[in-house]
């Protein structure tokens, strides 16, 4: 029996994070109580080094991650070549991999290259995604700021002008809950790249790719055009009724995993509801709580990670386009721990297929085709 879509298959091991019961954690820490105290830079210790850092750790790896957030120049002379209206996960996974030929050695992936690598990616990531949309703004790439954490870094590097206590709490909590989740789509692709013993940046850029599609990562921008396509909360329950009569799916709803809702969707709806309120246009919180209303009622779903996050990237001021980049600042933590995880005890991924094609078939010479 196959299962399609892989559902329901435990299809390898891992120590980084779980799904049970609905509860998610992260090395068996709740995600509730890492958004309520914990720093992304904590986060990114405890997935690739097992065990929350001590003051020192801490210390020591927000350095790392300062010192490692410029970019090669080479790097930002592609970018400067992208064309203006190229779609900014295209770029971000062109950028990640071209990242890989400034590494001095590339294709290495032994344990001790390969977490170097995975820190420089974590510190270059949210470097390369603002440099992104200052470039094709037409605006200069503003300089990593020194000794910052990276939910300032970023926000200050995407605006040109410092952020301030509520955005960054707010972005710290974004990094938090995306930063790592179990075997989703984009982390298996990256652990069957790593699995062949690709290197760390090969797998990376598998798994970018993956995260593109609007049924993964790439639901959150079309939470947003959906959004502004209806325009008014009297409008969103007949938009959704229609939606849902044409058998058309409503983006950030429902998951493969939680089928009685995403434990980070309420991190999100709150931050969203208090954004919204200084924000001075409300009517998106308001619409995205109406939704949520509607589909519990329709349909039986429940909101997933995505969907109260295009909210919120939005009162951050963070363009429709560039919710998924902004996504993959956070999940390239995840994504290099699990490539880390996989070289540590590796074996081929390499599952079968059942065959369902036609069987016993003559070869037929061409002049007789047709
Ligand atoms: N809108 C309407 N109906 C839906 C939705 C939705 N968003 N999601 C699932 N359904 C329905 C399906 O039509 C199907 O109904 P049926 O049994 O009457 O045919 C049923 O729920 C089961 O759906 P499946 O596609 O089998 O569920 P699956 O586990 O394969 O899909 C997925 C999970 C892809 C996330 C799906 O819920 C979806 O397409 N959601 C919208 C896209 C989205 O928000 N993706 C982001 C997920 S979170 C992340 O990846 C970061």
């Given amino acids: ?78 970018l400067r070549g992208v064309p203006r209206d190229a779609v900014p996960i295209d770029t971000l996974r062109t950028a990640i991999s071209a990242l890989g030929f400034y590494e001095q050695r590339p294709s290495d992936t032994s344990r001790e290259v390969s977490l170097d690598k995975a820190i420089r990616l974590i510190a270059q990531v949210p470097t390369i995604v603002a440099a992104i949309e200052r470039l094709r703004r037409g605006l200069e ?79 959150n921008a079309a939470v947003m055009a959906m959004l502004q396509e209806i325009g008014d909360v ?59 209303e509607v589909m519990r009622r329709a349909k039986g779903l429940f909101p997933n990670v995505d969907f109260y996050a295009a909210t919120v990237y939005h009162y951050l001021g963070i363009p429709s386009d560039l919710m998924t980049p902004v996504f993959a600042t956070s999940r390239i933590s995840g994504w290099t721990a699990h490539i880390l995880e996989q070289y540590a005890d590796n074996r081929l991924i390499r599952p079968r297929a059942e065959y369902t094609g036609p069987t016993s078939q003559p070869w037929v010479p061409i002049e007789e085709r047709g």
């Fill in 1 to 78: 029996m196959t299962a399609r879509g892989l559902e329901g298959v435990i299809a390898g091991t891992t120590q980084l994070s779980s799904i049970t019961d609905g509860v998610l954690t992260y090395r068996g820490i709740t995600i509730d109580e890492l958004t309520a105290h914990a720093s992304y830079e904590e986060v990114v210790h405890l997935l690739l080094f097992g065990t929350l850092p001590t003051r020192a750790e801490l210390d020591a790896l927000r350095q790392r991650l300062s010192d490692y957030r410029p970019l090669p120049a080479g790097l930002l002379s592609i």
């Fill in 234 to 292: 009297e409008a969103v329950e007949p938009y959704v009724r229609a939606k849902l009569a044409r058998k058309e799916r409503v983006m950030g709803f429902g998951h493969r995993v939680y089928k009685h809702g995403d434990p980070r969707a309420k991190w999100l709806r709150e931050m969203s509801r208090r954004l919204s309120e200084r924000s001075g246009e409300p009517k998106w919180y308001q619409m995205s709580a109406r939704m949520e």
């Fill in 141 to 219: 790439p503003v300089s990593p700021p020194e000794a910052t954490d990276t939910a300032h870094a970023f926000l200050l590097m995407l605006k040109g002008t410092a952020p301030d206590e509520v955005e960054v709490e707010a972005m710290n909590k974004i990094l938090v809950l995306h930063a790592d989740h179990e075997f989703n789509a984009s982390t298996f692709a990256a652990r069957v790249a790593a699995a062949t013993l690709a290197d760390m940046h090969a797998a990376v850029t598998a798994a970018v790719a993956t995260l593109k599609g609007p049924l993964h990562g790439g639901a």
